[in-house]
């Protein structure tokens, strides 16, 4: 069974960068690493999928290094309204279950001004 | 990104009864998966709901607790049988359109047990 840890919480300011990081030592070589954000009473929100190396959309990038063994989700400039749980997903979902989709135990980020 | 509606979005019911929660997808969708988030935890999946077949359930979860079904390629509904305040959580679902594209989610439903 795949175990994916974050940092329980972080702060931040308004126009800093932000660096959340996942950890998945035990990721398979199909699995993908995706990241959600998920604010009070909605569903979680995709923000970018990777399987290696950079990928960058217009809100967010993700780095992956080599052994892919952990991800970085890079926020950059946040805003008041990036206060949110930071989700990360390992897994594959073209294989489904079979505890191939690990969802990480969540980041907490609270950007202040 | 495919839109994914879920109802009742939350309910108060009494132990012992059951509950169906509904998870509509406007289009057609290859993967729907269902998860359980307790208060201010992570998301835990229970199934992944098969188009035509019985769900397949992840360890801890089983059929007669959590029957689901989907009978086509954009609805699919989890029933909480015989509920217990224990079951008191929101239960959300999730959709693939296909390929390597990431999962969507619906808003959840909060369920309380009373």
């Known amino acids: 069974l795949a175990k994916t840890t974050q940092p329980i919480s972080m702060d931040s300011y308004e126009g800093q960068e932000v660096n959340i990081t996942c950890s998945h030592n035990?990721?398979?070589?199909?699995?993908?690493i995706t990241w959600y954000q998920q604010f009070p009473s909605q569903g979680p929100r995709f923000i970018i999928q990777?399987?290696?190396t950079k990928v960058t959309n217009e809100v967010a990038s993700l780095f992956i290094p080599a052994d892919r063994k952990s991800s970085t989700l890079s926020l950059p400039r946040v805003s008041l309204s990036d206060t949110a749980v930071y989700y990360c997903?390992?897994?594959?979902?073209?294989?489904?279950?079979?505890?191939?989709?690990?969802f990480g135990t969540g980041t907490q980020l609270k950007v202040e001004l | 990104s495919a839109v994914i509606s879920q109802k009742p979005s939350r309910d108060i019911c009494q132990r012992g009864t059951s509950l169906t929660i509904q998870c509509q997808v406007d289009?057609?969708?290859?993967?729907m998966f269902w998860y359980r988030q307790q208060p201010g935890q992570s998301l835990t999946l229970i199934a992944t709901?098969?188009?035509?077949?019985?769900?397949?359930?992840e360890s801890g979860f089983v059929i007669d607790k959590f029957p689901i079904s989907r009978p086509n390629l954009t609805f699919s509904t989890l029933t909480v049988s015989n509920m217990s305040p224990e079951d008191s959580s929101i239960y959300l679902c999730?959709?693939?359109?296909?390929?390597?594209?990431?999962?969507?989610f619906g808003d959840g439903t909060r369920l309380s047990i009373l």
């Open positions: 035990n990721i398979a070589t199909n699995d993908y």
């Open positions: 999730s959709a693939v359109e296909g390929g390597d594209q990431p999962q969507h």
């Open positions: 709901a098969n188009q035509g077949s019985e769900a397949t359930y």
């Open positions: 997903l390992v897994g594959d979902v073209l294989t489904g279950g079979g505890n191939k989709l690990t």
């Open positions: 990777g399987y290696k």
């Open positions: 289009s057609q969708v290859t993967m």
